[in-house]
Nanobody, 127 residues
């Protein structure tokens, strides 16, 4: 079954860290740009990071810049989101998404350009 599966979410105290994983099954991520999104209760979905298929380009929303790092391990068919210095406002369901592309250094400009989505993983930052 073709799917993306997120993992690594959980409960963490403010200032703590988590690493989210986005693993693909039944397809390879090599030819895909991968984005991370999050949605908090009552709020719109927010794009927070993206990594191009070549791993040459990565992008971050201002809200996470300097605290989150996206990376990919094509050998493991997995993309990661390292989240440090977590804040209560980072609490949300986090989703990864994939978009097939021939462009090596490109990320989709909007969420509607991603074609495959995971089911999400909950991140709660609270003391």
């Amino acid at each position: 079954q073709v799917q993306l599966v997120e993992s690594g979410g959980g409960l963490v105290q403010p200032g703590g860290s988590l690493r989210l994983s986005c693993a693909a099954s039944a397809f390879t991520l090599d030819d895909y740009a991968i984005g991370w999104f999050r949605q908090a209760p009552g709020k719109e979905r927010e794009g927070i990071s993206c990594i191009s298929r070549s791993d040459g380009s990565s992008y971050y929303a201002d809200s996470v810049k300097g605290r989150f790092t996206i990376s990919r391990d094509n050998a493991k068919n997995t993309v990661y989101l390292q989240m440090n210095s977590l804040k209560p406002e980072d609490t949300a369901v986090y989703y990864c998404a994939a978009r097939f592309t021939s462009r090596r250094y490109w990320c989709p400009p909007g969420s509607n350009e991603y074609t495959r989505w995971g089911q999400g993983t909950q991140v709660t930052v609270s003391s």
